[in-house]
């Protein structure tokens, strides 16, 4: 089992940059697929990018791809979501998510974190 908990949501300005974090609890961190996925107000939830479990694979939603990167620290148990160049569009609720592997539709997700906003003001 996977406990997660997101943090680094706030409210920045267009073009601004914010870095969230989620920390996870549980012995099968390390060898999740960990994934970020948004809603926005009024919207489904999305697939925003993943991780393999070691790192070495990356994906990510057109929308975002050039502009995120998705990070993680096995030895931390932390994921990471370095968000730049945001746009008011960008602006959710972003949740950290764990699965055995990739998930990429929020009905395929085991585990959910909490979620932390994102308001992004142009």
């Known amino acids: 089992q996977v406990q997660l908990v997101e943090s680094g949501g706030g409210l920045v300005q267009a073009g601004g940059s914010l870095r969230l974090s989620c920390a996870a609890s549980?012995?099968?961190?390390?060898?999740?697929?960990m994934a970020w996925f948004r809603q926005a107000p009024g919207k489904e939830r999305e697939f925003v990018g993943d991780i393999s479990w070691s790192g070495m694979r990356t994906t990510y939603a057109d929308s975002v791809k050039g502009r995120f990167s998705i990070s993680r620290d096995n030895a931390k148990n932390t994921l990471y979501l370095q968000m730049n160049s945001l746009k008011p569009e960008d602006t959710a609720v972003y949740y950290c998510a764990a699965s055995g592997v990739a998930a990429r539709s929020p009905h395929d997700v085991v585990y959910w974190g909490q979620g932390t906003p994102v308001t992004v003001s142009s």
């Open positions: 549980g012995r099968t961190f390390r060898t999740s697929y």
